[in-house]
Every structure is written in C-alpha cells, then in structure tokens.
C-alpha cells in the first residue's frame, strides 16, 4: 500500500474549529427494510427519495438535517467485519431524555440488535448493529467543562453503564413520542482501517484532524476545535487489510468545512500529496488509503444535494 508522505509547507495544515461531520452515505441491498429500520428505531424522517434505473436513494434525517443516505446497490456482497470500513456512525443526541428514547426505541425494532452500553468520561453510549450489518453508536455528550484533560489528549475510557438503570432514570414517554421532533446529528464516524500509522498520515496530516486520545491500543481519534472525536479510526478486526473490494455498507463519509477557503486548504494539500480528488465548488470527495469515499462540504447542504452525491 502507498503511503502519504509529502509535507505541505504554505497551507494551513489544521480543520477549521467549527468542522463538523455530515450524513454518511450507506450501500444497501434492501432499501425499503434499511428504510424502516432507520425511521422507525431511530426516529428519522424521510426527507429525499429518488431513483434512476436500478440505484435508488433515500435521504433520512431529523429536522432540516441529513444524517444519513441509503443507496439501494445490488448485487454487492455483505458486509466484512474484517475489512475496512464502517465501524459504526455515531448520531448524537441532545440530552440524556433523548438518549433514552432513542435508545429505547432502537431496542424494541426486532431487524436491530443491542451490542452494549458504555461510559465514555467525555460521552454515554448505546450500541447497536443494523439490519445488514452497520455499527450504531447513540450518545449524548457530558458537558465539556467535564472533560479531563492530561499529557495534551483528552481522557476517554470504556466503563459500565447499566442500560436497564439508564432508561429507568432517564426515559419518559414524551420524549419517546416526540420521535423526529428531537433534534440529532451525526457526532463522530468510528472507521476500521488496516495501518494506523497510514491512516494518521491521510486523516492528521492530510485532511487535518488533531489528535485528541492515542492511548487505545490498535485506536486513534481525533477531532477538529477541540471535540473529543469526530473521526475515530481502529485496527481491532482490520489489521493489515488492503484496499476495500465493492461490498454493502460504507460509501461516504462526510465532513461539514464552514467555508470555500477551508475546501481550498484542503485540496491544495491533497494537491501536495499527489491524491486525486473531485470537485463541484460545493464539496470535494477524495478517498482514504483504503477506498473509504470521504467528501468535505459547505454547511447545511440540503437533502437534496446529499442525495445526488
């Protein structure tokens, strides 16, 4: 595999503070079950469908705000726990009422499946697997006068969270009613990725994440503006894959850049390393050392510009 490997001397080498993520773009065999999933265990609303011959797309969100875009693809395989890609997509919710609720109502959809509960210091967390295989994280994050700092990285870690005394503390049923009237976001992207010393090179130096916690093994993660992650990238179940082949699930991650000028920074620094990318003076889409799509983006991009993507 080629590495990165060029430094960029004349450009800014860090993400803008008010770098967000956007909706993340998933590969689908089966639409309309994907759909319902999405809808009804995580209380998103269809706000764009469209079709053109055998690709069909749907974009879901809470609001005015997409965060996450279903392509009907057939005939690709399933997807590899082993190979790069999706770890899970992390939609951040409010407060801890509208955690419990979502989380509720994911555990009720009989297609998904619980995986677990954590304590992360800086956030907490439910776990959960889709219909055809994708990584959910639902959270909510603690206040950031709360987060420790030490050695220059912020303290994160995995503890207990007991899911049945979180819901029996938090949940109530007009949160739960409220449904897509909640407001969500996707807070951070977890990847598997083969090398991590690679995989620092393209998403650190390169798109310019900051690293924010190197102290899981076989982990990094790192944010723009100080956040405790919007990137996450791990070699747990991936260590030493190659490039992605064509399958279900991930085809793009998207990352929200608060003006042309950031879009310009970060292509004069793929321009530095060589790194083919493509753009539409809205957005501009590269892919990572494994074939993950990643495209970078004005704010508040409507559903009907996510979905032509």
Do not use: C
């Not at 994907?34 to 265990?41: G, H, I, P, Q, R």
């Not at 790069?84 to 997509?89: C, E, N, Q």
């Not at 409220?178 to 990725?193: D, K, M, N």
Request: charged share 20%.
């Amino acid at each position: 595999m080629t590495t990165v490997t060029a430094t960029v001397s004349a450009h800014e080498r860090v993400l803008h503070p008010s770098t967000t993520m956007g909706a993340v773009t998933l590969h689908v065999g089966d639409l309309d079950g994907m759909t319902e999933f999405y809808a009804s265990a995580l209380a998103l609303d269809v706000q764009v469908e469209s079709a053109q011959g055998r690709v069909a797309h749907k974009v879901l969100g809470r609001g005015s705000l997409p965060l996450v875009r279903l392509v009907r693809t057939p005939g690709l395989p399933l997807v590899d726990p082993r190979k790069p890609g999706l770890f899970h997509t992390a939609f951040l919710l409010e407060d801890q009422a509208s955690l419990a609720a979502t989380a509720f109502r994911a555990s009720r959809h009989p297609r998904g499946r619980f995986v677990g509960s954590s304590d992360h210091l800086v956030s907490e967390a439910f776990y959960f697997t889709d219909p055809e295989g994708n990584g959910i994280e639902l959270y909510r994050d603690r206040d950031r006068k709360e987060w420790v700092h030490r050695n220059g990285q912020i303290e994160m870690a995995t503890a207990f969270l007991d899911p049945r005394a979180y819901l029996e503390q938090h949940l109530r049923s007009e949160d739960v009613e409220a449904g897509s009237a909640r407001a969500a976001a996707v807070g951070h992207v977890h990847l598997q990725v083969g090398d991590l010393a690679v995989a620092r090179e393209f998403y650190i130096d390169v798109l310019g994440f900051e690293l924010t916690q190197t102290g899981y093994p076989g982990a990094l993660f790192a944010s723009a503006g100080g956040y405790h992650h919007h990137i996450a990238m791990n070699t747990w179940n991936s260590r030493g894959a190659g490039p992605r082949a064509a399958s279900l699930g991930l085809g793009d991650v998207s990352i929200a850049v608060p003006d042309q000028q950031e879009l310009d920074a970060v292509g004069a620094r793929l321009r530095a390393r060589s790194l083919p990318f493509s753009s539409d003076g809205r957005s501009l889409t590269t892919a990572d050392p494994w074939g993950t799509s990643v495209t970078l983006a004005l704010p508040d991009p409507s559903a009907e510009e996510v979905a032509e993507r």
